[in-house]
């Protein structure tokens, strides 16, 4: 769901610049799709597999909880609400901050932690950066909401 996710939202990027209304419902739509499917409804925080005809995922780490794509659903779900102005997607950017700053964000010592388990809790050990989590989508998701964030008070 996570690359479902980031690609709507690079899907999303296009149709403004190209104005194409019918690409960017689609992208919207995958959206939904994705972080429908891909929400844990028990712990919260979005499941980094899931097999798109509810079979068991055959990825071992299936149900963990990773910080890039959580990034994604901020980006995206700012992107629809600056653009359709629909409270649900502010809602999820909402609902998604709440659980990156509850379980991901590390108050005492700064940063995110890159990898929690399904119920929140970091893995052991915990990892803040490796070979996959270097400094680019966290702070891309920042650049990017904060330029959107002030467009949506520009306009206001």
């Not at 052991?124 to 989508?137: M, Q, V």
């Not at 330029?147 to 949506?152: A, D, F, K, T």
Request: net charge negative.
């Amino acid at each position: 769901p996570g690359h479902d996710i980031e690609c709507s939202w690079f899907l999303m990027e296009d149709a403004n610049l190209r104005d194409d209304k019918e690409q960017h419902a689609t992208a919207v739509k995958i959206f939904d799709q994705a972080i429908n499917a891909g929400w844990d409804k028990e712990y919260g925080g979005l499941l980094y597999f899931i097999d798109c005809l509810g079979r068991p995922p055959e990825a071992y780490e299936h149900d963990m909880k990773l910080w890039w794509p959580h990034d994604e659903i901020l980006i995206a779900s700012m992107m629809i609400y600056r653009d359709t102005g629909d409270e649900k997607y502010l809602d999820w950017f909402e609902k998604t901050l709440d659980y990156c700053k509850k379980y991901f964000s590390d108050p005492e010592f700064g940063d995110w932690y890159g990898y929690l388990r399904r119920d929140g809790k970091p893995t052991e050990p915990p990892c803040k950066g490796s070979t996959f989590k270097g400094p680019f989508h966290l702070p891309r998701m920042l650049i990017m909401c904060d330029q959107m964030i002030g467009q949506i008070l520009e306009r206001n």
